[in-house]
Protein backbone atom coordinates (compact mmCIF):
# COMPACT_ATOMS: atom_id res chain seq x y z
CA UNK A 1 0.00 0.00 0.00
CA UNK A 2 2.53 2.34 0.77
CA UNK A 3 4.50 2.12 -3.07
CA UNK A 4 0.91 2.68 -3.82
CA UNK A 5 0.96 6.10 -2.67
CA UNK A 6 4.59 7.01 -3.32
CA UNK A 7 3.58 6.50 -6.92
CA UNK A 8 0.78 8.30 -6.78
CA UNK A 9 2.16 11.46 -5.18
CA UNK A 10 4.96 11.18 -7.87
CA UNK A 11 2.52 11.78 -10.32
CA UNK A 12 0.02 14.07 -9.15
CA UNK A 13 2.63 16.01 -6.64
CA UNK A 14 6.08 15.85 -7.84
CA UNK A 15 9.00 17.84 -6.11
CA UNK A 16 8.66 21.02 -6.05
CA UNK A 17 5.05 21.86 -6.76
CA UNK A 18 3.01 23.41 -4.12
CA UNK A 19 1.73 20.22 -2.94
CA UNK A 20 3.99 18.06 -0.56
CA UNK A 21 4.18 14.26 -0.62
CA UNK A 22 2.97 14.10 2.81
CA UNK A 23 -0.01 16.72 2.06
CA UNK A 24 -0.19 13.96 -1.05
CA UNK A 25 -0.48 11.35 1.09
CA UNK A 26 -2.53 12.58 3.25
CA UNK A 27 -4.90 13.59 0.55
CA UNK A 28 -4.74 9.67 -1.01
CA UNK A 29 -5.73 8.22 2.29
CA UNK A 30 -8.58 10.78 2.68
CA UNK A 31 -9.46 9.54 -1.01
CA UNK A 32 -9.99 6.23 0.35
CA UNK A 33 -12.98 6.98 2.78
CA UNK A 34 -15.81 7.04 0.43
CA UNK A 35 -14.78 3.74 -1.50
CA UNK A 36 -14.44 1.83 1.93
CA UNK A 37 -17.86 3.20 2.85
CA UNK A 38 -18.83 2.11 -0.75
CA UNK A 39 -17.68 -1.52 -0.24
CA UNK A 40 -18.66 -1.71 3.55
CA UNK A 41 -22.64 -0.63 2.59
CA UNK A 42 -22.44 -2.84 -0.58
CA UNK A 43 -21.15 -5.91 1.82
CA UNK A 44 -23.74 -4.73 4.79
CA UNK A 45 -26.58 -4.23 1.97
CA UNK A 46 -25.77 -7.99 0.48
CA UNK A 47 -26.16 -9.71 3.69
CA UNK A 48 -29.30 -8.01 4.93
CA UNK A 49 -31.14 -9.12 0.99
CA UNK A 50 -30.25 -12.80 1.74
CA UNK A 51 -30.05 -15.39 -0.83
CA UNK A 52 -30.69 -14.72 -4.65
CA UNK A 53 -33.22 -17.00 -4.29
CA UNK A 54 -35.53 -14.20 -2.30
CA UNK A 55 -38.50 -13.35 -4.22
CA UNK A 56 -37.18 -10.07 -4.22
CA UNK A 57 -33.62 -11.31 -5.83
CA UNK A 58 -35.09 -13.85 -8.15
CA UNK A 59 -34.61 -11.31 -11.46
CA UNK A 60 -32.56 -11.28 -13.43
CA UNK A 61 -29.94 -12.27 -11.02
CA UNK A 62 -30.52 -16.30 -12.14
CA UNK A 63 -30.58 -15.56 -15.30
CA UNK A 64 -27.07 -13.88 -15.41
CA UNK A 65 -25.36 -16.39 -13.17
CA UNK A 66 -26.96 -19.14 -16.17
CA UNK A 67 -25.95 -17.35 -18.69
CA UNK A 68 -22.71 -17.02 -17.32
CA UNK A 69 -22.23 -20.97 -17.32
CA UNK A 70 -23.36 -20.76 -21.31
CA UNK A 71 -20.81 -18.37 -22.21
CA UNK A 72 -18.30 -20.55 -19.58
CA UNK A 73 -19.39 -23.27 -22.48
CA UNK A 74 -18.82 -21.00 -25.45
CA UNK A 75 -22.94 -21.43 -26.22
CA UNK A 76 -24.47 -18.19 -27.17
CA UNK A 77 -26.01 -16.36 -24.10
CA UNK A 78 -30.80 -16.64 -23.88
CA UNK A 79 -31.06 -13.62 -22.35
CA UNK A 80 -29.63 -10.33 -24.42
CA UNK A 81 -32.46 -7.94 -23.14
CA UNK A 82 -30.05 -5.63 -21.21
CA UNK A 83 -27.89 -6.72 -22.89
CA UNK A 84 -25.86 -6.98 -20.03
CA UNK A 85 -22.97 -9.16 -21.61
CA UNK A 86 -20.20 -7.97 -19.76
CA UNK A 87 -22.08 -9.21 -16.65
CA UNK A 88 -22.00 -12.81 -17.91
CA UNK A 89 -18.77 -12.82 -19.07
CA UNK A 90 -17.20 -11.42 -16.14
CA UNK A 91 -19.44 -14.03 -13.81
CA UNK A 92 -17.79 -16.66 -16.16
CA UNK A 93 -14.52 -15.15 -15.68
CA UNK A 94 -15.32 -15.25 -11.83
CA UNK A 95 -16.43 -18.97 -12.03
CA UNK A 96 -13.39 -20.08 -13.80
CA UNK A 97 -10.91 -18.57 -11.61
CA UNK A 98 -12.82 -20.21 -8.52
CA UNK A 99 -12.36 -23.72 -10.43
CA UNK A 100 -9.15 -22.90 -12.29
CA UNK A 101 -7.99 -26.46 -12.90
CA UNK A 102 -11.20 -28.32 -13.55
CA UNK A 103 -13.17 -28.84 -17.16
CA UNK A 104 -16.39 -26.68 -17.63
CA UNK A 105 -18.43 -29.46 -17.09
CA UNK A 106 -17.43 -29.83 -13.53
CA UNK A 107 -17.75 -25.98 -12.78
CA UNK A 108 -21.15 -26.20 -14.11
CA UNK A 109 -22.05 -29.22 -11.69
CA UNK A 110 -20.56 -27.06 -8.66
CA UNK A 111 -22.16 -24.12 -9.69
CA UNK A 112 -25.76 -25.84 -9.83
CA UNK A 113 -25.21 -27.93 -6.50
CA UNK A 114 -24.02 -23.96 -5.08
CA UNK A 115 -25.08 -21.25 -6.67
CA UNK A 116 -25.53 -18.76 -4.06
CA UNK A 117 -22.34 -18.78 -3.04
CA UNK A 118 -21.14 -18.40 -6.63
CA UNK A 119 -23.22 -15.67 -6.75
CA UNK A 120 -21.70 -14.01 -4.17
CA UNK A 121 -18.33 -14.05 -5.36
CA UNK A 122 -19.31 -12.95 -8.63
CA UNK A 123 -21.12 -10.16 -6.58
CA UNK A 124 -18.24 -9.14 -4.57
CA UNK A 125 -15.70 -9.30 -7.46
CA UNK A 126 -18.43 -6.39 -9.01
CA UNK A 127 -17.93 -4.54 -5.17
CA UNK A 128 -14.23 -4.30 -5.48
CA UNK A 129 -14.41 -3.18 -8.88
CA UNK A 130 -16.77 -0.41 -8.20
CA UNK A 131 -14.60 0.12 -5.17
CA UNK A 132 -11.45 0.78 -6.91
CA UNK A 133 -12.68 2.91 -9.69
CA UNK A 134 -14.62 5.16 -7.10
CA UNK A 135 -10.29 5.45 -5.31
CA UNK A 136 -8.82 6.30 -8.75
CA UNK A 137 -11.99 8.49 -9.89
CA UNK A 138 -10.99 10.99 -6.77
CA UNK A 139 -7.22 10.66 -7.80
CA UNK A 140 -7.83 12.02 -10.72
CA UNK A 141 -10.38 15.05 -9.63
CA UNK A 142 -7.63 15.89 -7.35
CA UNK A 143 -4.86 15.54 -9.96
CA UNK A 144 -6.97 17.86 -11.78
CA UNK A 145 -8.57 20.42 -9.78
CA UNK A 146 -6.17 19.95 -6.97
CA UNK A 147 -8.84 20.77 -4.41
CA UNK A 148 -9.78 17.84 -2.03
CA UNK A 149 -13.59 18.80 -2.43
CA UNK A 150 -14.35 18.48 -5.95
CA UNK A 151 -12.92 15.03 -5.72
CA UNK A 152 -15.18 13.53 -2.42
CA UNK A 153 -17.55 15.30 -4.48
CA UNK A 154 -16.94 12.74 -7.68
CA UNK A 155 -16.14 9.64 -5.30
CA UNK A 156 -20.04 10.28 -3.70
CA UNK A 157 -21.79 9.55 -6.84
CA UNK A 158 -23.01 6.27 -5.67
CA UNK A 159 -24.25 8.14 -2.69
CA UNK A 160 -26.50 10.27 -4.55
CA UNK A 161 -29.32 7.76 -4.67
CA UNK A 162 -30.54 4.55 -2.19
CA UNK A 163 -31.69 3.34 -5.32
CA UNK A 164 -27.97 3.12 -6.53
CA UNK A 165 -26.95 1.47 -3.42
CA UNK A 166 -29.67 -1.02 -3.32
CA UNK A 167 -29.20 -2.24 -6.92
CA UNK A 168 -25.66 -2.35 -6.77
CA UNK A 169 -26.09 -5.62 -4.39
CA UNK A 170 -27.61 -7.70 -7.53
CA UNK A 171 -26.24 -9.57 -10.12
CA UNK A 172 -27.27 -7.71 -12.71
CA UNK A 173 -26.04 -4.79 -15.08
CA UNK A 174 -26.90 -1.96 -12.18
CA UNK A 175 -23.50 -2.33 -10.46
CA UNK A 176 -21.28 -2.32 -13.92
CA UNK A 177 -23.07 0.75 -14.52
CA UNK A 178 -21.64 2.59 -11.41
CA UNK A 179 -18.52 1.21 -13.31
CA UNK A 180 -19.10 2.55 -16.46
CA UNK A 181 -20.48 5.90 -15.44
CA UNK A 182 -17.17 6.74 -12.70
CA UNK A 183 -15.41 5.61 -15.67
CA UNK A 184 -16.92 8.20 -18.38
CA UNK A 185 -16.48 10.97 -15.00
CA UNK A 186 -12.56 10.03 -15.16
CA UNK A 187 -12.41 10.95 -18.98
CA UNK A 188 -14.42 13.63 -18.77
CA UNK A 189 -12.34 14.87 -15.64
CA UNK A 190 -9.22 14.23 -17.86
CA UNK A 191 -10.53 16.74 -20.66
CA UNK A 192 -10.82 19.31 -18.22
CA UNK A 193 -7.19 19.87 -18.30
CA UNK A 194 -6.19 23.63 -20.30
CA UNK A 195 -5.31 21.84 -23.64
CA UNK A 196 -5.72 18.56 -23.45
CA UNK A 197 -8.22 18.10 -25.75
CA UNK A 198 -7.03 20.11 -28.34
CA UNK A 199 -3.23 17.72 -27.51
CA UNK A 200 -4.92 14.33 -28.07
CA UNK A 201 -8.32 14.53 -29.49
CA UNK A 202 -8.21 11.13 -31.58
CA UNK A 203 -7.49 9.72 -28.12
CA UNK A 204 -10.38 10.99 -26.33
CA UNK A 205 -12.61 10.59 -28.72
CA UNK A 206 -11.50 6.81 -28.69
CA UNK A 207 -11.64 6.98 -25.01
CA UNK A 208 -15.15 7.99 -24.82
CA UNK A 209 -16.32 5.51 -27.40
CA UNK A 210 -14.81 2.42 -25.64
CA UNK A 211 -16.84 4.10 -22.35
CA UNK A 212 -19.91 4.05 -24.10
CA UNK A 213 -19.53 0.92 -25.59
CA UNK A 214 -19.25 -0.64 -22.54
CA UNK A 215 -21.89 0.80 -20.60
CA UNK A 216 -24.37 0.59 -23.79
CA UNK A 217 -23.25 -3.37 -23.74
CA UNK A 218 -23.98 -3.65 -20.10
CA UNK A 219 -27.16 -1.84 -20.32
CA UNK A 220 -29.02 0.18 -23.10
CA UNK A 221 -30.35 3.20 -20.41
CA UNK A 222 -26.81 4.18 -20.69
CA UNK A 223 -27.03 5.06 -24.38
CA UNK A 224 -28.46 9.15 -23.54
CA UNK A 225 -24.58 9.69 -22.04
CA UNK A 226 -23.48 9.90 -25.21
CA UNK A 227 -24.08 13.10 -25.49
CA UNK A 228 -21.77 14.43 -22.83
CA UNK A 229 -18.62 13.71 -24.77
CA UNK A 230 -19.98 15.50 -28.06
CA UNK A 231 -19.64 18.49 -26.07
CA UNK A 232 -16.09 18.10 -24.91
CA UNK A 233 -15.06 17.08 -28.33
CA UNK A 234 -16.76 19.39 -30.79
CA UNK A 235 -15.06 18.87 -34.08
CA UNK A 236 -17.23 16.92 -36.31
CA UNK A 237 -13.77 14.22 -37.23
CA UNK A 238 -13.39 13.52 -33.44
CA UNK A 239 -17.22 13.07 -32.95
CA UNK A 240 -17.24 10.09 -35.54
CA UNK A 241 -13.97 8.60 -34.31
CA UNK A 242 -15.71 8.69 -30.96
CA UNK A 243 -18.99 7.07 -32.44
CA UNK A 244 -17.38 4.36 -34.52
CA UNK A 245 -15.16 3.69 -31.48
CA UNK A 246 -18.39 3.01 -29.63
CA UNK A 247 -19.64 0.97 -32.13
CA UNK A 248 -16.70 -1.69 -32.43
CA UNK A 249 -16.33 -1.15 -28.13
CA UNK A 250 -19.60 -2.17 -27.90
CA UNK A 251 -19.46 -5.15 -30.95
CA UNK A 252 -16.57 -6.43 -28.34
CA UNK A 253 -18.14 -6.55 -25.25
CA UNK A 254 -21.24 -8.19 -26.56
CA UNK A 255 -19.48 -10.36 -28.57
CA UNK A 256 -20.31 -13.48 -26.88
CA UNK A 257 -24.15 -12.85 -27.43
CA UNK A 258 -23.31 -12.91 -31.59
CA UNK A 259 -25.72 -15.29 -32.25
CA UNK A 260 -28.68 -13.30 -30.35
CA UNK A 261 -27.98 -9.98 -31.70
CA UNK A 262 -31.35 -10.27 -33.68
CA UNK A 263 -32.97 -11.40 -30.56
CA UNK A 264 -31.65 -8.15 -29.11
CA UNK A 265 -32.56 -5.67 -31.72
CA UNK A 266 -35.99 -7.70 -31.89
CA UNK A 267 -36.61 -6.62 -28.47
CA UNK A 268 -35.11 -3.32 -28.54
CA UNK A 269 -37.58 -2.07 -31.29
CA UNK A 270 -40.58 -3.76 -28.92
CA UNK A 271 -39.53 -1.62 -26.19
CA UNK A 272 -39.45 1.62 -28.40
CA UNK A 273 -42.68 1.08 -30.15
CA UNK A 274 -44.63 -0.23 -27.18
CA UNK A 275 -45.84 2.73 -24.94
CA UNK A 276 -45.87 0.41 -21.58
CA UNK A 277 -43.61 -1.55 -19.42
CA UNK A 278 -41.69 -3.81 -21.21
CA UNK A 279 -42.29 -3.12 -24.52
CA UNK A 280 -46.23 -3.72 -23.87
CA UNK A 281 -49.42 -1.55 -24.48
CA UNK A 282 -50.42 0.31 -27.55
CA UNK A 283 -47.12 0.91 -30.45
CA UNK A 284 -47.31 4.32 -29.79
CA UNK A 285 -44.10 4.93 -28.41
CA UNK A 286 -45.36 6.66 -25.16
CA UNK A 287 -48.74 6.51 -23.77
CA UNK A 288 -49.72 10.56 -23.48
CA UNK A 289 -51.68 10.12 -20.69
CA UNK A 290 -49.13 9.18 -18.57
CA UNK A 291 -45.83 10.36 -19.56
CA UNK A 292 -46.07 14.13 -18.81
CA UNK A 293 -46.88 12.51 -15.05
CA UNK A 294 -43.89 10.86 -15.13
CA UNK A 295 -41.56 13.60 -16.30
CA UNK A 296 -42.47 14.97 -13.05
CA UNK A 297 -42.19 12.34 -10.87
CA UNK A 298 -38.48 11.49 -11.81
CA UNK A 299 -37.85 14.95 -10.94
CA UNK A 300 -39.71 14.64 -7.44
CA UNK A 301 -36.06 13.71 -6.21
CA UNK A 302 -34.70 17.05 -4.69
CA UNK A 303 -31.04 16.65 -4.71
CA UNK A 304 -31.38 15.24 -8.31
CA UNK A 305 -33.47 18.13 -9.31
CA UNK A 306 -32.45 20.78 -7.59
CA UNK A 307 -28.82 20.40 -9.11
CA UNK A 308 -30.04 20.35 -12.58
CA UNK A 309 -32.05 23.43 -12.31
CA UNK A 310 -29.04 25.08 -10.36
CA UNK A 311 -26.37 23.83 -13.57
CA UNK A 312 -29.01 24.97 -15.91
CA UNK A 313 -29.09 28.34 -14.33
CA UNK A 314 -25.42 28.62 -14.13
CA UNK A 315 -25.43 27.70 -17.64
CA UNK A 316 -27.59 30.81 -18.88
CA UNK A 317 -25.67 33.03 -16.84
CA UNK A 318 -22.51 31.66 -18.21
CA UNK A 319 -23.77 32.05 -21.50
CA UNK A 320 -24.07 36.18 -21.14
CA UNK A 321 -20.60 35.87 -19.71
CA UNK A 322 -19.13 34.79 -22.80
CA UNK A 323 -15.58 34.31 -23.34
CA UNK A 324 -14.67 35.19 -20.16
CA UNK A 325 -16.06 31.61 -18.92
CA UNK A 326 -13.96 28.14 -18.64
CA UNK A 327 -14.28 26.59 -21.46
CA UNK A 328 -14.35 23.07 -20.92
CA UNK A 329 -16.22 23.10 -18.01
CA UNK A 330 -18.64 24.90 -19.42
CA UNK A 331 -19.11 22.35 -22.38
CA UNK A 332 -19.00 19.50 -20.20
CA UNK A 333 -22.01 20.89 -18.07
CA UNK A 334 -23.81 21.36 -20.81
CA UNK A 335 -23.45 17.93 -21.91
CA UNK A 336 -24.57 16.66 -18.49
CA UNK A 337 -27.52 18.61 -18.59
CA UNK A 338 -28.38 17.04 -21.93
CA UNK A 339 -27.77 13.67 -21.06
CA UNK A 340 -29.85 13.70 -17.44
CA UNK A 341 -32.46 15.32 -19.68
CA UNK A 342 -32.02 12.81 -22.30
CA UNK A 343 -32.87 10.17 -20.09
CA UNK A 344 -35.25 11.40 -18.16
CA UNK A 345 -37.25 11.63 -21.39
CA UNK A 346 -36.64 7.89 -21.98
CA UNK A 347 -37.42 6.83 -19.01
CA UNK A 348 -40.56 8.71 -18.41
CA UNK A 349 -41.37 6.29 -21.14
CA UNK A 350 -41.76 2.95 -18.97
CA UNK A 351 -40.93 4.23 -15.46
CA UNK A 352 -38.85 2.83 -13.38
CA UNK A 353 -36.68 4.65 -10.52
CA UNK A 354 -33.26 2.71 -11.17
CA UNK A 355 -33.28 3.33 -14.82
CA UNK A 356 -32.21 6.69 -14.01
CA UNK A 357 -28.89 5.80 -11.95
CA UNK A 358 -26.69 6.87 -14.70
CA UNK A 359 -28.27 10.18 -14.43
CA UNK A 360 -28.15 10.61 -11.02
CA UNK A 361 -24.51 9.85 -10.67
CA UNK A 362 -23.98 12.58 -13.42
CA UNK A 363 -25.23 14.72 -10.42
CA UNK A 364 -21.83 14.45 -9.11
CA UNK A 365 -20.42 15.70 -12.10
CA UNK A 366 -22.25 18.50 -11.98
CA UNK A 367 -21.31 19.98 -8.85
CA UNK A 368 -17.78 20.13 -9.06
CA UNK A 369 -18.13 21.38 -12.84
CA UNK A 370 -20.28 24.56 -10.61
CA UNK A 371 -17.53 25.09 -8.71
CA UNK A 372 -14.92 25.74 -10.85
CA UNK A 373 -17.69 28.31 -12.92
CA UNK A 374 -20.02 29.89 -10.63
CA UNK A 375 -17.35 32.03 -9.02
CA UNK A 376 -15.69 33.10 -12.61
CA UNK A 377 -19.28 34.45 -13.12
CA UNK A 378 -18.20 37.84 -11.14
CA UNK A 379 -21.66 38.00 -9.42
CA UNK A 380 -21.80 39.41 -6.52
CA UNK A 381 -18.04 40.19 -5.80
CA UNK A 382 -15.79 38.63 -3.02
CA UNK A 383 -18.39 37.68 -0.40
CA UNK A 384 -21.13 35.25 -2.69
CA UNK A 385 -17.99 33.44 -3.74
CA UNK A 386 -16.86 32.63 -0.32
CA UNK A 387 -20.34 31.78 0.73
CA UNK A 388 -20.89 29.44 -2.33
CA UNK A 389 -17.14 27.55 -1.83
CA UNK A 390 -18.65 26.63 1.38
CA UNK A 391 -21.79 24.91 -0.60
CA UNK A 392 -19.37 22.20 -1.71
CA UNK A 393 -18.71 21.14 1.81
CA UNK A 394 -22.38 21.69 2.97
CA UNK A 395 -23.77 19.71 0.28
CA UNK A 396 -21.15 16.73 1.03
CA UNK A 397 -22.37 16.85 4.79
CA UNK A 398 -26.18 16.56 3.09
CA UNK A 399 -25.16 13.69 1.43
CA UNK A 400 -23.54 11.81 3.92
CA UNK A 401 -26.28 12.71 6.23
CA UNK A 402 -29.22 11.67 3.85
CA UNK A 403 -27.42 8.60 2.50
CA UNK A 404 -26.34 7.21 6.43
CA UNK A 405 -30.51 6.91 6.71
CA UNK A 406 -30.99 6.04 3.04
CA UNK A 407 -28.52 2.59 4.00
CA UNK A 408 -30.42 2.06 7.20
CA UNK A 409 -33.37 2.66 5.64
CA UNK A 410 -32.60 -0.15 2.38
CA UNK A 411 -31.31 -2.28 5.20
CA UNK A 412 -34.04 -2.15 7.29
CA UNK A 413 -36.16 -3.14 4.45
CA UNK A 414 -34.21 -6.01 3.29
CA UNK A 415 -34.03 -7.32 6.67
CA UNK A 416 -38.03 -7.13 6.92
CA UNK A 417 -38.20 -8.65 3.32
CA UNK A 418 -35.98 -11.54 3.92
CA UNK A 419 -37.29 -12.20 7.65
CA UNK A 420 -40.76 -11.84 6.21
CA UNK A 421 -40.04 -14.65 3.35
CA UNK A 422 -38.79 -16.83 6.24
CA UNK A 423 -41.54 -17.25 7.63
CA UNK A 424 -43.14 -19.84 5.54
CA UNK A 425 -40.57 -22.51 5.39
CA UNK A 426 -40.93 -24.58 2.29
CA UNK A 427 -39.08 -27.31 4.03
CA UNK A 428 -42.42 -28.03 6.23
CA UNK A 429 -44.17 -28.98 2.61
CA UNK A 430 -41.67 -32.24 1.34
CA UNK A 431 -44.62 -34.34 1.06
CA UNK A 432 -46.74 -31.97 -1.02
CA UNK A 433 -46.97 -30.83 -4.19
CA UNK A 434 -44.84 -27.43 -4.46
CA UNK A 435 -46.06 -25.26 -6.99
CA UNK A 436 -44.41 -21.64 -7.88
CA UNK A 437 -45.77 -18.62 -9.43
CA UNK A 438 -43.60 -15.69 -10.07
CA UNK A 439 -41.57 -14.70 -8.29
CA UNK A 440 -41.86 -16.98 -5.32
CA UNK A 441 -39.03 -17.51 -2.18
CA UNK A 442 -37.77 -20.85 -3.45
CA UNK A 443 -34.56 -22.26 -5.08
CA UNK A 444 -36.34 -24.31 -7.39
CA UNK A 445 -38.59 -21.46 -8.97
CA UNK A 446 -35.09 -19.08 -8.98
CA UNK A 447 -33.38 -22.08 -11.31
CA UNK A 448 -36.66 -22.10 -13.28
CA UNK A 449 -36.73 -18.75 -14.10
CA UNK A 450 -32.92 -18.21 -15.01
CA UNK A 451 -33.26 -21.45 -17.07
CA UNK A 452 -36.30 -20.41 -18.78
CA UNK A 453 -35.02 -16.68 -19.51
CA UNK A 454 -31.68 -18.74 -20.94
CA UNK A 455 -33.73 -21.02 -23.21
CA UNK A 456 -33.70 -23.95 -21.15
CA UNK A 457 -29.65 -25.13 -21.56
CA UNK A 458 -29.88 -26.81 -18.09
CA UNK A 459 -33.32 -28.71 -17.59
CA UNK A 460 -31.54 -31.87 -16.89
CA UNK A 461 -28.54 -31.23 -14.67
CA UNK A 462 -31.65 -29.31 -12.52
CA UNK A 463 -33.90 -32.23 -12.98
CA UNK A 464 -31.55 -34.40 -11.41
CA UNK A 465 -30.60 -31.96 -8.44
CA UNK A 466 -33.74 -30.56 -7.43
CA UNK A 467 -37.05 -31.78 -6.05
CA UNK A 468 -39.41 -33.88 -8.22
CA UNK A 469 -42.26 -32.61 -6.17
CA UNK A 470 -41.72 -29.06 -7.44
CA UNK A 471 -43.37 -26.79 -9.85
CA UNK A 472 -44.02 -23.38 -11.78
CA UNK A 473 -46.03 -21.31 -13.43
CA UNK A 474 -44.85 -20.38 -16.96
CA UNK A 475 -46.17 -16.82 -17.21
CA UNK A 476 -43.69 -15.37 -19.38
CA UNK A 477 -43.96 -18.33 -22.71
CA UNK A 478 -47.61 -19.81 -22.16
CA UNK A 479 -50.55 -19.12 -24.55
CA UNK A 480 -52.55 -19.65 -21.43
CA UNK A 481 -53.59 -15.95 -19.41
CA UNK A 482 -53.27 -17.21 -16.24
CA UNK A 483 -50.27 -19.50 -16.67
CA UNK A 484 -48.74 -22.88 -17.59
CA UNK A 485 -48.10 -25.58 -15.17
CA UNK A 486 -44.60 -27.15 -15.52
CA UNK A 487 -42.04 -29.44 -14.30
CA UNK A 488 -38.24 -29.30 -15.67
CA UNK A 489 -39.53 -32.21 -18.35
CA UNK A 490 -42.23 -30.26 -19.41
CA UNK A 491 -46.13 -28.99 -19.34
CA UNK A 492 -48.55 -30.54 -16.79
CA UNK A 493 -51.49 -30.83 -15.93
CA UNK A 494 -52.85 -29.25 -12.56
CA UNK A 495 -55.58 -32.22 -11.28
CA UNK A 496 -52.69 -34.91 -12.23
CA UNK A 497 -50.19 -33.09 -10.09
CA UNK A 498 -52.82 -32.85 -7.12
CA UNK A 499 -54.05 -36.09 -7.09
CA UNK A 500 -50.34 -37.45 -7.30
CA UNK A 501 -49.25 -35.65 -3.06
CA UNK A 502 -51.42 -36.13 0.00
CA UNK A 503 -51.00 -32.38 -0.14
CA UNK A 504 -49.84 -28.93 -2.50
CA UNK A 505 -48.64 -25.04 -1.13
CA UNK A 506 -48.62 -23.09 -4.32
CA UNK A 507 -46.31 -20.18 -3.39
CA UNK A 508 -46.11 -16.51 -5.50
CA UNK A 509 -45.72 -12.95 -5.19
CA UNK A 510 -47.73 -12.05 -7.87
CA UNK A 511 -50.68 -10.69 -6.02
CA UNK A 512 -54.23 -12.69 -7.28
CA UNK A 513 -52.02 -14.69 -9.88
CA UNK A 514 -52.06 -18.13 -8.12
CA UNK A 515 -56.29 -17.51 -7.64
CA UNK A 516 -56.69 -16.79 -11.05
CA UNK A 517 -53.99 -20.10 -12.01
CA UNK A 518 -56.35 -22.03 -9.82
CA UNK A 519 -59.77 -21.20 -11.15
CA UNK A 520 -58.78 -21.45 -14.23
CA UNK A 521 -57.60 -24.95 -14.22
CA UNK A 522 -59.06 -26.78 -10.85
CA UNK A 523 -62.07 -24.38 -10.19
CA UNK A 524 -63.12 -27.16 -7.76
CA UNK A 525 -60.29 -27.22 -5.44
CA UNK A 526 -60.43 -25.94 -2.36
CA UNK A 527 -57.46 -23.98 -0.15
CA UNK A 528 -56.63 -22.29 2.40
CA UNK A 529 -54.82 -18.66 2.21
CA UNK A 530 -54.02 -18.09 6.03
CA UNK A 531 -50.53 -18.68 5.36
CA UNK A 532 -49.68 -15.92 3.14
CA UNK A 533 -47.78 -12.62 3.97
CA UNK A 534 -47.40 -9.34 3.55
CA UNK A 535 -45.10 -9.98 0.60
CA UNK A 536 -46.46 -13.28 -1.17
CA UNK A 537 -49.91 -15.43 -1.43
CA UNK A 538 -49.32 -18.51 -0.08
CA UNK A 539 -52.37 -21.25 -0.12
CA UNK A 540 -52.40 -24.57 1.33
CA UNK A 541 -54.25 -27.95 0.19
CA UNK A 542 -54.50 -30.73 3.29
CA UNK A 543 -51.84 -29.48 5.23
CA UNK A 544 -51.39 -26.50 7.51
CA UNK A 545 -48.41 -23.96 7.75
CA UNK A 546 -45.93 -25.94 10.20
CA UNK A 547 -46.72 -28.82 7.08
CA UNK A 548 -49.18 -31.13 9.34
CA UNK A 549 -51.58 -32.93 7.19
CA UNK A 550 -54.91 -32.05 7.21
CA UNK A 551 -56.74 -34.91 5.21
CA UNK A 552 -57.74 -33.06 2.42
CA UNK A 553 -55.68 -32.36 -0.54
CA UNK A 554 -57.92 -29.77 -2.38
CA UNK A 555 -58.77 -31.34 -5.43
CA UNK A 556 -61.89 -31.95 -4.78
CA UNK A 557 -62.38 -35.49 -4.57
CA UNK A 558 -65.07 -36.97 -1.88
Known sequence: MTSVFMIFSNLFFPPGSSHSRSHGGKS?????????????????LRDSAGPFWMWYNIDPDYAYLINALKILNLTTPGH????????????????????PTVSD??????????????????SLVMAWLNAGILFAAGVVGYAVFRDILPALMVQAAPFISSQILRHAVALKPEPLLVFAVMALVMVTLLALRPGAVEANRRGFAVAFGVVLGFGISCKITFAPLFLLPLFLLSQRRAILIFAAAGLVAFLLFTLPALGAYEQFTDWIVRLFLGSQHHGGGAATVIDLGNYPRNIYRLFTRPLFSITFILAVLTLFAARRRGADMPGPERQALKGVVLAQMAMVLMVAKQLSAHYMIPAYMLTALSGPLMYRIIPALGLGGDALRRRFARTLPALLVAIAVAQAFGVARVDRQFREMRETAFIVDNDHFSACARIY?????????????????????YSEQLKELRPENDFWLNIFTSDKPSGELRDWSGARRLPEVLSGYPCAMLRGSRRGALAAFLAAEAPEAVYDTSCSTRQEDVFTMGVDCRGRLTGDNGDGAP
Do not use: E
Open 28 to 44: LATLLVIPTCFLGAVLI
Open 105 to 122: THIVDAVLADPVTHMHRI
Open 80 to 99: VDHPGTPVQWLGALVLKATH
Open 437 to 457: GYSASSLSFAFYNGNLQSRFP
